[in-house]
């Protein structure tokens, strides 16, 4: 059986209206795994009432998962939103994801995987760096291997990007992102200071081709909020914006998105197919609150 692996932080959003399940590789997992893919969830847990919550909402949703338990607690994310929906974090630090232990069970999931999604976020500390970073050269090397940067805070430095890029061979980036990362690793900065390099399409093209071709990168994606998104390969470049929605958070939006994608690459579609599906997708998931909402059949 093959799997399509996240693999990293598993916490507890806790959003104005209440708390909710979330974490990047978990919401990919789960995104995943409503397009049919056997979608595996990889990160840690404490032995608390919250650790348990977790296992209890993936049995719930079918998803398979492996949550050693660590002696620190389950992770939790204070949430909140500005005007538009745009969530602000508060990442504790010490948590169960931050010390994902390698096990024989994990390394037998990555000899089977034909993608992985992981971040920067849960390489802040070594002991999950190490078993990500294992993870993933235990996959085969057809596996996709998608590094959905999700910068955070100040939980992130150039090696750890620079690591994981080496090691991936799909970036997932959003438009301020792709400022931070062109400064840090190409010495590229915005033309004017006011502006971001994604407000210049002409800078945007070069700087994510540069990125291609320095980590021989299959392809590279970026989004850009509510003005659209771009899917680069070394050839080719794929374009759309953003639907306009109702928009009750975006918590989970991009998880959403890059899960799509990645599904629909799996299933054979095209480039242009893939794209058009994730930021249909994606724009669902902003109307819903929280980052795991059922997908209605129309968007299956």
Known sequence: MKYVVG???ALFDCLPEGRKLGGAPANFAYHVGQFGLNGYAISAIGDDELGEEIIETFEKVGLRYILPRVEQPT????????????PQYDICLGVAWDNIPQTGEMLEVARNAEAICFGSL????????KTIHAFLDAAPKSALRVFDINLRQRWYTAEVI???LNRANILKINDEELDVVAAMLLGVVSDDPKKLIAEDPDKTRVVCRDLIAKYNLKMLILTCGAI????????EESYVSTPKVQVADTVGAGDSFTATFVAQILMGKTIREAHEKAVAVSAFVCTQNGAMPVLPENLK
Do not use: H, M, P, W
Request: proline letters at 0%.
């Open 7 to 9: 693999i990293g932080e």
């Open 75 to 86: 992770g939790t994310v204070k949430v909140t939103l500005d005007n538009k929906g745009v």
């Open 122 to 129: 849960a390489q802040r500390c070594d002991t999950s760096r």
């Open 162 to 164: 620079n690591e994981s």
């Open 228 to 235: 659209g998104s771009y899917v680069f390969t070394d050839k």
